[in-house]
C-alpha cells in the first residue's frame, strides 16, 4: 500500500515568514492532493498535482511536485496567521477513488 | 467546488446506543462516498468506501457490523455507529467523488459517554 511522509509535523513561524511541507511517498503518484484543515473542521481543496514538475500557485501557496514524482513541496510565503492549521497531502493510487493521506503538518503563525 | 454536508456536526451519547452521521451532496450526483475517521492530531484514515445501491466496501480491521453504512440515493450516505463506546469516539469525515477529485464534508465530532 502506499505510504506517505510529511515533514515536519508541526511548524512554528512568526508571521511574514517563508515555510516548506515536504510529502514523501513511497511509490510514484499518479496525482498528489493537497489540503488544509482548521481542527475540529473539514478539509479545504489547496492544489492537486499530476505531472512530473509540476507546479501550481495560488495566492501565496506554491506546491511543487517532483520529475519523479515521489515527493511533493508545498511552500507558504510571508506566512500570515490566516495560514495556521493542519496542511495534508493525499496520494492519489490513480483515480481519486481511495486517497491515503499523509501525517499531517501543524503550522502555527505568531502574529 | 462542490458542497457536501453533514449532520449533525456534532453529537453526544451515552454508550451502548447508536448514532446515525448523514452525508449529502448537495449540488451534484455521488455514486461513490468515502467514509473517515480521524483523531486528535492524527491524519485521516479511510474506513469504507461507499457505493450508491450496493454493499459498502471495508477497510482492513473496520467492523461493518459496528459501522453501518448506507448509500441509498445519489446525494446521500449514512454512517451508523451502532452500540457506540467511548473508544469510538472521534471525528468522521465523508466525502463524496466528483470527476476527479473528492469533497470533503464539515465532519462530525462524535463523544460517546
Known amino acids: 500500500s502506499q505510504e506517505l511522509e510529511q515533514s515536519p509535523q508541526s511548524l512554528i513561524v512568526q508571521e511574514g515568514k517563508n515555510l516548506t511541507i515536504n510529502c514523501t511517498s513511497s511509490k510514484t503518484l499518479y496525482g498528489l492532493y493537497w489540503y488544509k484543515q482548521k481542527y475540529g473542521e473539514g478539509l479545504i481543496f489547496l492544489m492537486m498535482l499530476q505531472k512530473g514538475g509540476e507546479e501550481k500557485s495560488h495566492e501565496k501557496i506554491t506546491a511543487k511536485l517532483d520529475e519523479k514524482k515521489q515527493q511533493s513541496s508545498l511552500h507558504i510565503t510571508a506566512s500570515q496567521p490566516s495560514h495556521a492549521g493542519i496542511y495534508l497531502c493525499g496520494a492519489d493510487p490513480g483515480s481519486a477513488r481511495q486517497l491515503t493521506f499523509g501525517s499531517g503538518t501543524q503550522l502555527t503563525v505568531l502574529p | 467546488g462542490a458542497v457536501v454536508s453533514q449532520h449533525p456536526s456534532r453529537v453526544i451519547c451515552k454508550s451502548g446506543t447508536s448514532v446515525k452521521i448523514e452525508c449529502r451532496s448537495l449540488?451534484?450526483?455521488?455514486?461513490?462516498m468515502f467514509w473517515y475517521r480521524q483523531f486528535p492530531k492524527q491524519s485521516l484514515m479511510l474506513m469504507a468506501t461507499s457505493n450508491e445501491g450496493s454493499k459498502a466496501t471495508y477497510e482492513q480491521g473496520v467492523e461493518k457490523d459496528k459501522f453501518l453504512i448506507n448509500h441509498a440515493s445519489l446525494t446521500l450516505s449514512t454512517l451508523t455507529v451502532t452500540s457506540a463506546h467511548p473508544e469510538d469516539s472521534s471525528f468522521y469525515i465523508c466525502s463524496a467523488l466528483g470527476i476527479n477529485e473528492q469533497f470533503f464534508g464539515p465532519g462530525t465530532r462524535l463523544t460517546v459517554l
Open positions: 449540488d451534484f450526483q455521488a455514486t461513490t
